[in-house]
């Protein structure tokens, strides 16, 4: 069966497909190098660097917002963590180089580059080119094409997230597919001196993985490096692999006649690069001047290689124009110094496998260590005809991976997988029609077209060797209908077919709306409607004032000549009578139970100084309110500021304040602040839903947490909103505000 192992690069202008996997390298004692102005750290500097402070290549991305990944589309965020662990490895990779390792993180390119994977996520293809998927609002995509234009970008199969880190060291320092090799462009923008920040994206699910690096930042204007190489002049084994090419980049172009000799210093082998664009016996060999990152990079790879081992040292001479302008060394070692003598199991019985002439990898047996201590990483693999058949191994965990191969031409090559010096698995390979082998297809059904409401889709067996299928079968019509937006005045229509289906949506409520204004002779009236098809859904009455009580067409005091208005009301301004609770002379039990037959306001709704209040709780000392919204008046409609209070008086008993009634400003698109006092304790959903207006917002309280505040109670509200909490809950109102709608581009700070 086949799976898609890919990664691309675009250098302005020009797209390039590629399939990156790459390991890291690093020295010892290096002599000193003529023409390299990098720092060279020793090895156990970077030993200790890389266990400390170089991040874990292996740990798996995690979502601090998901994304949604149907119509409308959210981008989703990656956690603070992952982040922050990804920067770690790459600034890991450059002090191995002797570059300057102190990237850091920008908001800006983390969306860009976030909105990029979700888009080629949707379609299904890895491309800096992505088509517009179905829904997605033009703002999302011009953002995502931003991120894909403008980044290192990897696909693969598998239904979890890739650890960020295995794409860069596995990944995109690799480059040694015949897609990339001629530039290693990947691993050029990595190792850009000029590099000063960064930001990475992923998105996974039944499509796929897809990640990115964003890579053209060029802000670090000091670095004072011109030329680099990798591997380092110390390298770890486990940062790179034997199919790996070498490279040398600098800040100028290098002559088309340049030439590099490399010599092994254990037993003085020598191979000679002098023809670009070409494989000779000596190996592969490329001048690139294109500017990834730098401008030019000399690039080549040893044949008859089959790893690089602790204590192996190279030597490299580079000559341009008759003179010797580069000359280093370059010394191996590992990091991890676990004994390698452990047993590779493979779970294929076969040693042959059958691949088509493409350009895609296909996914061979599945590799095991026995010893999981053992990094995965120092596995290698090597063919016997590279112009046939190229081999590559994607590392699941430590102690696991797929070996992927990529079918160049007809004919048979011998792909063998080493650990250390040790040859442990031997592979005979046929592409094309240079031979074939006897399929062995899996027992279960794998469905590669999916059926829709009104169309069948289609399933098979596939060989588990290279991917043929066999006893191709139609799957029914699911008859079910998707998609679309149910409202209580139509039904949902389907996406696929556009069959209307299911049922009615429930009636969204507006806030209260006063029909008639209560004064201190009469009673008012007030009702609530569906803000889609206007029917009338409740219906209530409104006390009659005090003197002194906000009426309808009245300027409150307190509202200033922008329309703003401080909701701390009057000590006269009053809602109920006095004798509604006063004390007849009983008991303090027989007193309590009058209030609630006769006087309580208990459930009922109070008009205050141009805002609605739902009594919650009632006793004789006071109780507490719900924050119901604001009234339905022509003044309340030009309000744009908003200071919630932690008290009111209703007649002559004082309420706290300790929620926000779900829906309270719904849709409100004049209001600019609110200010949400210490007092409350819970937030309604859709609380401010479409507020999008909405940019200042105070919260002082501290009881809020992701149970209490309701679903969507932010969503909508301005892009760019700033959002002031408590000092001591900045941490977690940070983790649990987002889910609840608050834009990623908001500030939440204290």
């Known amino acids: 069966m086949q799976n898609i192992f890919k990664s691309k690069f675009m250098q302005t202008g020009i797209l390039m497909t590629t399939l990156v996997f790459s390991i890291a390298v690093f020295g010892n004692s290096a002599q000193a190098a003529t023409g390299i102005d990098v720092k060279t750290h020793t090895q156990e500097e970077i030993r200790s660097y890389i266990k400390n402070i170089g991040g874990d290549i292996n740990k798996a991305p995690v979502y601090a917002d998901t994304p949604v990944t149907s119509a409308p589309y959210a981008a989703g965020a990656l956690s603070d963590e992952t982040q922050q662990n990804a920067l770690a490895v790459l600034n890991g990779v450059r002090y191995i180089a002797g570059i300057p390792y102190n990237v850091t993180l920008d908001a800006t390119y983390i969306s860009k580059v976030q909105a990029g994977t979700l888009i080629n996520y949707l379609n299904k293809k890895l491309t800096h080119n992505p088509d517009r998927p179905s829904g997605m609002s033009d703002d999302l995509y011009q953002l995502g094409c931003s991120g894909t234009g403008s980044s290192n970008i990897e696909g693969g199969s598998g239904t979890s997230g890739r650890p960020l880190g295995k794409s860069i060291v596995s990944g995109w320092m690799g480059d040694g597919d015949a897609s990339n090799i001629d530039r290693v462009g990947h691993r050029r923008w990595c190792l850009n001196p000029s590099m000063g920040k960064t930001g990475f994206g992923s998105v996974w699910g039944l499509n796929g993985c897809y990640s990115a690096m964003y890579s053209f930042d060029k802000s670090n204007t000091s670095s004072g490096v011109s030329v680099v190489a990798w591997p380092a002049q110390n390298m770890p084994t486990e940062y790179f692999a034997a199919n790996s090419p070498w490279s040398i980049s600098r800040s100028t172009a290098f002559d088309s006649g340049a030439t590099v000799k490399l010599t092994r210093t254990s037993d003085q082998k020598v191979w000679n690069f002098a023809s670009p664009g070409t494989t000779g016996a000596d190996g592969y060999y490329n001048i690139s001047n294109a500017g990834y990152g730098q401008t030019g990079c000399l690039i080549f790879r040893p044949s008859d290689i089959t790893g690089y081992y602790e204590g192996d040292s190279y030597q490299v001479q580079v000559t341009e124009n008759g003179q010797v302008v580069i000359e280093y060394t370059v010394d191996f070692f590992d990091i991890d110094t676990t004994s390698d003598d452990v047993?590779?199991?493979?779970?294929?019985?076969?040693?042959?496998?059958?691949?088509?002439?493409?350009?895609?990898?296909?996914?061979?047996?599945?590799?095991?260590?026995?010893?999981?201590?053992?990094?995965?990483?120092?596995?290698?693999?090597?063919?016997?005809?590279?112009?046939?058949?190229?081999?590559?191994?994607?590392?699941?965990?430590?102690?696991?991976?797929?070996?992927?191969?990529?079918?160049?031409?007809?004919?048979?090559?011998?792909?063998?997988?080493?650990?250390?010096?040790?040859?442990?698995?031997?592979?005979?390979?046929?592409?094309?029609?240079?031979?074939?082998?006897?399929?062995?297809?899996?027992?279960?059904?794998?469905?590669?077209?999916?059926?829709?409401?009104?169309?069948?889709?289609?399933?098979?067996?596939?060989?588990?060797?290279?991917?043929?299928?066999?006893?191709?079968?139609?799957?029914?019509?699911?008859?079910?209908?998707?998609?679309?937006t149910a409202t209580c005045k139509e039904k949902a229509k389907c996406t696929v077919c556009g069959m209307l289906y299911g049922d009615l949506e429930e009636h969204t409520s507006s806030e209260w709306i006063i029909d008639?204004?209560?004064?201190?002779?009469?009673?008012?009236?007030?009702?609530?409607?569906?803000?889609?098809?206007?029917?009338?859904?409740?219906?209530?009455?409104?006390?009659?004032?005090?003197?002194?009580?906000?009426?309808?067409?009245?300027?409150?005091?307190?509202?200033?000549?922008?329309?703003?208005?401080?909701?701390?009301?009057?000590?006269?301004?009053?809602?109920?009578?006095?004798?509604?609770?006063?004390?007849?002379?009983?008991?303090?039990?027989?007193?309590?139970?009058?209030?609630?037959?006769?006087?309580?306001?208990?459930?009922?709704?109070?008009?205050?100084?141009?805002?609605?209040?739902?009594?919650?709780?009632?006793?004789?000392?006071?109780?507490?309110?719900?924050?119901?919204?604001?009234?339905?008046?022509?003044?309340?409609?030009?309000?744009?500021?908003?200071?919630?209070?932690?008290?009111?008086?209703?007649?002559?008993?004082?309420?706290?304040?300790?929620?926000?009634?779900?829906?309270?400003?719904?849709?409100?698109?004049?209001?600019?602040?609110?200010?949400?006092?210490?007092?409350?304790?819970?937030?309604?959903?859709?609380?401010?839903?479409?507020?999008?207006?909405?940019?200042?917002?105070?919260?002082?309280?501290?009881?809020?947490?992701?149970?209490?505040?309701?679903?969507?109670?932010?969503?909508?509200?301005?892009?760019?909103?700033?959002?002031?909490?408590?000092?001591?809950?900045?941490?977690?109102?940070?983790?649990?505000?987002?889910?609840?709608?608050?834009?990623?581009?908001?500030?939440?700070?204290?």
């Open 343 to 484: 047993t590779v199991n493979l779970s294929a019985s076969s040693g042959k496998i059958d691949v088509a002439a493409d350009s895609y990898y296909w996914s061979g047996p599945k590799i095991t260590l026995s010893d999981s201590s053992i990094s995965f990483s120092k596995l290698s693999v090597v063919s016997s005809d590279e112009d046939i058949v190229k081999a590559m191994i994607r590392s699941e965990d430590t102690g696991s991976g797929y070996l992927f191969l990529r079918g160049i031409k007809d004919g048979v090559a011998t792909i063998t997988v080493s650990l250390s010096k040790n040859a442990y698995a031997t592979y005979q390979v046929t592409v094309g029609n240079g031979g074939g082998h006897t399929h062995v297809y899996s027992q279960e059904y794998t469905i590669y077209e999916a059926p829709t409401c009104g169309k069948a889709g289609k399933k098979a067996r596939f060989c588990t060797g290279c991917g043929e299928k066999t006893d191709d079968t139609t799957v029914p019509a699911t008859g079910l209908h998707t998609g679309g």
């Open 516 to 750: 008639i204004a209560a004064t201190a002779e009469a009673e008012g009236s007030m009702h609530k409607e569906c803000v889609v098809c206007q029917e009338e859904l409740e219906k209530e009455s409104i006390p009659k004032l005090q003197e002194g009580g906000d009426q309808e067409g009245e300027k409150p005091d307190d509202m200033d000549q922008n329309g703003n208005v401080s909701f701390n009301p009057p000590a006269g301004d009053n809602t109920a009578s006095d004798k509604d609770h006063q004390d007849s002379g009983s008991s303090k039990e027989d007193t309590d139970n009058k209030d609630e037959d006769k006087g309580s306001v208990l459930g009922k709704i109070q008009a205050t100084a141009g805002s609605l209040y739902k009594v919650t709780t009632d006793n004789k000392s006071g109780g507490t309110v719900t924050y119901m919204g604001l009234e339905k008046s022509k003044k309340a409609r030009k309000i744009k500021s908003v200071r919630i209070p932690d008290t009111i008086k209703i007649g002559n008993r004082t309420y706290k304040v300790t929620a926000i009634a779900a829906n309270a400003f719904k849709n409100n698109r004049v209001l600019r602040k609110i200010t949400i006092p210490a007092s409350v304790k819970s937030i309604g959903k859709k609380a401010f839903y479409g507020c999008r207006s909405l940019k200042t917002i105070t919260v002082k309280t501290t009881k809020l947490t992701s149970k209490n505040v309701g679903k969507a109670a932010f969503k909508g509200i301005a892009k760019k909103a700033v959002i002031k909490v408590p000092k001591s809950k900045l941490k977690s109102y940070r983790k649990f505000l987002k889910k609840k709608g608050v834009p990623s581009k908001a500030v939440i700070r204290k």
